[in-house]
């Protein structure tokens, strides 16, 4: 097992999104969290990465282990650097007033010193293709699919093995939606492990492996993705039926 979130509950002042939730990732896996706005799933992850929130404290209780050990302490620097894991936020964050180039690089600063990272480059624009003809163009004139293409691949060049995205899809057109899918499916084929957060319910559940019901901090649902689709409560609640 790879990771585990162990009975989580976290709390922000009078604010408590989770409740005591409990699911892992194996490794090569790809895992999606579903469920409504405000449901808990990016505190999920800002909890996995050890993001902390700018509002208020956070407060946690349950664990999170990653290859048996207790992430809890760990800073986000090291689960980037030593864990080798990347969050793709949503809303992306680039840094605007630089460039494609200087965002992709940006995001090498955890990398090995002097490290040859020719390759790395060139398979970020073999994945895709238009940050390469914008590599010097300012990101903040690139389009919306652009913009996530950049973010998922500043993502890649710290050298991640295990890709977390939150609302990659978000406020994407159909076409670049699928192309986006479809290169996060190259990625697993490839051996990358992947936890998914999608308001598309049923794009995100025909991509991961399995998935897991987020419902008001709590889990509502899990099993394959085969299951959740075929699951009654979760077609009426998520997949429009």
Not at 215 to 227: H, V
Request: aromatic content about 6%; charged content about 25%.
């Amino acid at each position: 097992m790879l990771l585990s979130v162990e009975n989580l509950e976290v709390k922000y002042g009078n604010i408590q999104p989770l409740h005591g939730i409990s699911f892992h990732v194996n490794e090569g896996e790809i895992v999606t969290l579903i469920g409504a706005n405000g449901a808990g799933k990016t505190t999920s992850l800002h909890s996995i990465c050890r993001l902390a929130p700018p509002e208020a404290p956070r407060v946690i209780a349950g664990d999170i282990k990653f290859r048996g050990e207790s992430i809890l302490k760990t800073s986000p620097s090291d689960v980037v650097k030593n864990l080798k894991m990347a969050l793709v936020p949503e809303g992306r964050h680039i840094f605007g007033n630089l460039t494609v180039m200087e965002n992709l690089e940006l995001a090498t600063y955890s990398r090995e010193k002097g490290a040859d990272l020719k390759q790395e480059y060139q398979r970020i624009f073999d994945l895709f293709p238009r940050l390469h003809e914008r590599r010097q163009q300012r990101s903040e004139s690139l389009s919306g699919g652009e913009q996530q293409m950049l973010a998922v691949g500043r993502a890649l060049m710290t050298g991640c093995t295990f890709l977390l995205l939150d609302e990659p899809s978000m406020g994407l057109a159909p076409r670049l939606k699928y192309d986006l899918f479809r290169t996060l499916k190259r990625l697993n084929e490839e051996g990358m492990t992947i936890l998914l957060i999608e308001q598309n319910a049923s794009l995100a559940l025909h991509l991961a492996h399995r998935g897991y019901v987020l419902d008001t901090g709590e889990i509502a649902a899990e099993g394959t993705s085969d299951e959740l689709l075929g699951n009654p409560d979760v077609k009426k609640a998520y997949l429009g039926g």
